[in-house]
């Protein structure tokens, strides 16, 4: 998926589901980011496969590692909007670092289900998660039915608070 936002569906359904025990943006933002690197490589035109060393478990551990030390220091930009939302969280590093982990691996899981250049065990020149076209519309209707879900589950809170609030 270079580049798409269907990673958003399983972070946000997962991301809520588990909200009382995951970083919230933590796990979003660790759904997507990996994608920066497809979105370099395309915007560039650079040299370098479409799903490099940030789409194996070694690359991916590092970028969750660099989300759970910068994240809770950023916290003061995007808390007012969380706090909007009704999703503001008070969790330890461990918890931001466990979302962040979780997030990054799912998406090299999913994507190495997809693509044949993905090394998810890189130095290792070999994907054996790949299943190709042949799961390809799986894949796709899984994570847009999870943004679906997602959504609802975040409306159907939000109408449970207001009905709670009304009490």
Known sequence: MPFTPY???????????????????AFLIANIVVDVEPFLVLAFGLQYPLHG????????SLVALVLAVALPRTSSYYEPLLSKLRLSQRLSRGETFLASLLGVYSHVLMDSLLYSDIRP??????????RGQSIAGAVYSFCVASFVLGTTLYVSKRIADNLRRRK
């Open 7 to 25: 990673h958003l569906g399983p972070g946000l359904f997962f991301g809520l589901l588990l909200f009382r025990y995951l970083d919230f943006p």
């Open 53 to 60: 060393f940030f789409h194996s478990l070694i690359g991916a």
């Open 121 to 130: 065990f890189f130095p290792l020149d070999a994907n054996p998660f790949l």
